[in-house]
């Protein structure tokens, strides 16, 4: 038959259908952009509070772990010295041991990066800086040497405090190690780190421009940060009371704990707390929120511009689609031939399953039928009887059973759950517990071989 020619100009109909589609595919893309952006930024958000913000202070407090232990053990270093602590042993009256003890000394200080050393005996209260002079005599009335009783008195191998040091003009960050007995200790050595070479070296260790980097005591008292200014300070000056509160209640965990908290700006934050296994203060980490996930503008210009490509390239298409139609008769007829040829297909598949499965049912039909008594068998217990068995689906969950012995013979009707293949191989199942149990347990009481739980 031969198909009438038709303008294949859109009418009012199918622009109207083309703008009305256009409309669901914009909605559709912004929706699965906005939902996407929406699903990564959920994650993204989980991932930095369950993990990666615990990363970040794991990674910042091994750093000043190994800057602190360092120092320790470069002060342990000092206090363990055989030949220090012969001089100092001497009540520093050997010159050469003195010379040797100082060259030590120094040689520690400048080697590793320390701002100063030292070593204060406790049996004639002189204070020997790392270039071997004498800078001091410590007296228990002078309150600048306090320090050095309240080491004596801790009676602990190592110690760390921040003094000012009114003959080296600044602040520092003592390492003190005991020399000798720490019951009765023959000096105390250390070395000293300048709060300012410290301050500038924790800005290395910070993670993003405006992030504050605080070592603090349980208190919340702030013993070191990256700006000098922080120094002394308590962490309530700058942190809400309430946010405070709630971090300094659970610092005493020895575990590492996040809060998030909004400033007076309505910026997010992000407060990270991870204990020292060098000392017992808590490094305290504040990153804002936008800085530690930054990358989400660029996830979220990107899923933008994808949309809007993908948005556009999408409609174009559907519209030259729209215009090029075939005739719609013509495509009617088309995709009409196209569905009588799958429905033929269909219709042959289903016949050959249907065929395939009724050869299955046969063969389950002819095993179920094997293993119920046959009609000879049927024949020589019973004089007279009769038989009517007809499965729904050509097999069934009904069955029939008899088992005789020398004088007696047992017979059981019975149904068991299911229909068709289920039901079949319930009975296959539930003859073959009947004849064990017949054989196994009882054979001359049929209520007792009714109540088995087997058959239940």
Same mark, same amino acid.
């Given at each position: 038959m031969e198909l009438n020619k038709y303008s294949l100009e859109p009418d009012s109909?199918?622009?109207?259908?083309?703008?009305?589609?256009?409309?669901?595919?914009?909605?559709?893309?912004?929706?699965?952009?906005?939902?996407?952006?929406?699903?990564?930024?959920?994650?993204?958000?989980?991932k930095l509070k369950n993990k990666d913000l615990a990363t970040i202070a794991d990674a910042i407090s091994s750093k000043i772990d190994s800057r602190i232990l360092r120092a320790k053990e470069t002060a342990l270093v000092l206090a363990q010295d055989p030949e220090s602590m012969q001089w100092v042993a001497s009540r520093e009256n050997d010159q050469r041991v003195q010379r040797n003890v100082m060259q030590r000394i120094s040689q520690l200080t400048n080697g590793m990066g320390y701002s100063n050393s030292f070593v204060v005996s406790a049996l004639t209260g002189h204070y020997w800086d790392e270039n071997g002079q004498l800078i001091d005599?410590?007296?228990?009335?002078?309150?600048?040497?306090?320090?050095?009783?309240?080491?004596?008195?801790?009676?602990?191998?190592?110690?760390?405090?921040?003094?000012?040091?009114?003959?080296?003009?600044?602040?520092?960050?003592?390492?003190?190690?005991?020399?000798?007995?720490?019951?009765?200790?023959?000096?105390?050595?250390g070395v000293g780190l300048s709060l300012e070479?410290?301050?500038?070296?924790?800005?290395?260790?910070?993670?993003?421009?405006?992030?504050? !980097?605080?070592? $603090? @005591?349980?208190?919340?008292? =702030?013993?070191? /940060?990256?700006?000098? %200014?922080?120094?002394?300070? &308590?962490?309530?000056?700058f942190l809400p009371k309430e946010v405070t509160k709630a971090f300094l209640a659970g610092i005493d965990q020895e575990l590492s704990s996040t809060l998030e908290y909004k400033n007076n700006q309505g910026q997010l934050m992000d407060l990270i707390s991870y204990p020292l296994a060098s000392t017992d203060w808590t490094l305290l980490v504040q990153i804002p929120r936008n800085e530690t996930v930054a990358f989400l503008?660029?996830?979220?210009?990107?899923?933008?511009?994808?949309?809007?490509?993908?948005?556009?390239?999408?409609?174009?298409?559907?519209?030259?689609?729209?215009?090029?139609?075939?005739?719609?008769?013509?495509?009617?007829?088309?995709?009409?031939?196209?569905?009588?040829?799958?429905?033929?297909?269909?219709?042959?598949?289903?016949?050959?399953?249907?065929?395939?499965? !009724?050869?299955? $049912? @046969?063969?389950?039909?002819? =095993?179920?039928? /094997?293993?119920?008594? %046959?009609?000879?068998?049927? &024949?020589?217990?019973f004089k007279d009887y009769f038989l009517l068995w007809k499965p729904r689906d050509l097999v069934g969950g009904d069955f029939y059973w008899s088992k005789r012995f020398?004088?007696?013979?047992?017979?059981?009707?019975?149904?068991?759950?299911?229909?068709?293949?289920?039901?079949?191989?319930?009975?296959?199942?539930t003859i073959s517990i009947l004849n064990q149990i017949v054989d196994e347990q009882t054979k001359n009481d049929p209520a007792q071989i009714a109540k088995t739980k087997c058959l239940y």
């Open positions: 109909e199918v622009k109207k259908v083309t703008f009305f589609a256009s409309i669901i595919i914009i909605f559709s893309i912004l929706l699965v952009g906005l939902i996407s952006y929406v699903i990564t930024e959920k994650e993204v958000v989980y005599t410590m007296s228990p009335s002078d309150p600048d040497d306090q320090w050095f009783y309240d080491v004596l008195a801790a009676k602990q191998k190592v110690t760390m405090v921040i003094d000012y040091n009114e003959e080296r003009k600044n602040t520092f960050v003592f390492v003190n190690a005991l020399m000798g007995d720490v019951n009765h200790p023959l000096a105390v050595t070479d410290i301050s500038q070296h924790f800005e290395t260790f910070k993670y993003g421009e405006n992030s504050d !980097l605080w070592l $603090i @005591d349980q208190k919340g008292n =702030i013993y070191l /940060s990256d700006d000098l %200014s922080y120094n002394g300070k &308590n962490v309530i000056d503008q660029t996830i979220k210009i990107n899923t933008l511009l994808a949309s809007i490509i993908t948005l556009i390239s999408i409609t174009l298409f559907f519209i030259f689609v729209s215009r090029k139609l075939a005739n719609p008769y013509k495509k009617a007829l088309q995709l009409n031939q196209q569905l009588e040829e799958q429905v033929a297909n269909r219709t042959l598949e289903l016949r050959e399953k249907n065929q395939k499965l !009724l050869d299955s $049912i @046969d063969y389950a039909k002819r =095993i179920q039928e /094997s293993i119920l008594p %046959s009609q000879d068998k049927l &024949n020589t217990l020398d004088k007696e013979l047992l017979v059981a009707v019975g149904d068991c759950t299911g229909h068709g293949v289920p039901g079949a191989l319930m009975t296959m199942v």
